[in-house]
T-cell receptor, first 112, second 115 residues
Framework: QKEVEQNSGPLSVPEGAIASLNCTYS??????FFWYRQYSGKSPELIMF????GDKEDGRFTAQLNKASQYVSLLIRDSQPSDSATYLC????????????FGKGTKLSVIP | EPEVTQTPSHQVTQMGQEVILRCVPI?????FYWYRQILGQKVEFLVS????????KSEIFDDQFSVERPDGSNFTLKIRSTKLEDSAMYFC?????????????FGQGTRLTVV
């Protein structure tokens, strides 16, 4: 059973559009949820984190969490070609565990 | 901006040899991690380290692996006898206990190639 699932893509959006990235997780006890961006051959770079149900906005990025549906999403508004990367969803399990479980990532291409 | 630094950026080793991957975590961070990413696959947790001992480890982190904080600034991952399947990108990460909560910051990685 896959613990963190993401559509591998590629997801192609035109420049200026909204990109919507989705992630589901299997462990209901998961407490913290993270979105990392990874350029090819580079390390994961933290973009957003969310702990509570609802939306959290940071600049052009909005993370959405629905614990009942075990679903996390990332919206990128006004997408830029520089946003082209693989977006990794990561989940921290319950209390006492700080390891992150990653999904395989969704590759996003923003077309100029 | 403080960052996690890793050396070397690329290590080529022969099968059966020992390798040590080095990391300097962000200076006021207290929790340290090693993750690996085999080419084309997902990032996988190996081990976490706090207060000079392992706090969690995955099934991947078997007896061939060890970690150490030898001098209060460096954090190392040793693979005793490398196998071809150990070829991967190895990422060190660190986390501050408070303030940033459980946000982990990753180093740029060491690409290990076992031949």
């Amino acid at each position: 059973q896959k613990e963190v699932e993401q559509n591998s893509g590629p997801l192609s959006v035109p420049e200026g559009a909204i990109a919507s990235l989705n992630c589901t997780y299997s462990d209901r006890g998961s407490q913290s949820f993270f979105w990392y961006r990874q350029y090819s051959g580079k390390s994961p770079e933290l973009i957003m984190f969310i702990y509570s149900n609802g939306d959290k906005e940071d600049g052009r990025f909005t993370a959405q969490l629905n614990k009942a549906s075990q679903y996390v999403s990332l919206l990128i508004r006004d997408s830029q070609p520089s946003d082209s990367a693989t977006y990794l969803c990561a989940v921290r399990k319950g209390a006492g565990s700080y390891q992150l479980t990653f999904g395989k990532g969704t590759k996003l291409s923003v077309i100029p | 901006e403080p960052e996690v630094t890793q050396t070397p950026s690329h290590q080529v080793t022969q099968m059966g040899q020992e390798v040590i991957l080095r990391c300097v975590p962000i200076s006021n961070h207290l929790y340290f991690y090693w993750y690996r990413q085999i080419l084309g696959q997902k990032v996988e947790f190996l081990v976490s380290f706090y207060n000079n001992e392992i706090s969690e480890k995955s099934e991947i982190f078997d007896d061939q692996f060890s970690v150490e904080r030898p001098d209060g600034s460096n954090f190392t991952l040793k693979i005793r006898s490398t196998k071809l399947e150990d070829s991967a990108m190895y990422f060190c990460a660190s986390r501050q206990n408070s303030g940033t909560g459980d946000k982990a910051f990753f180093g740029q990685g060491t690409r290990l190639t076992v031949v």
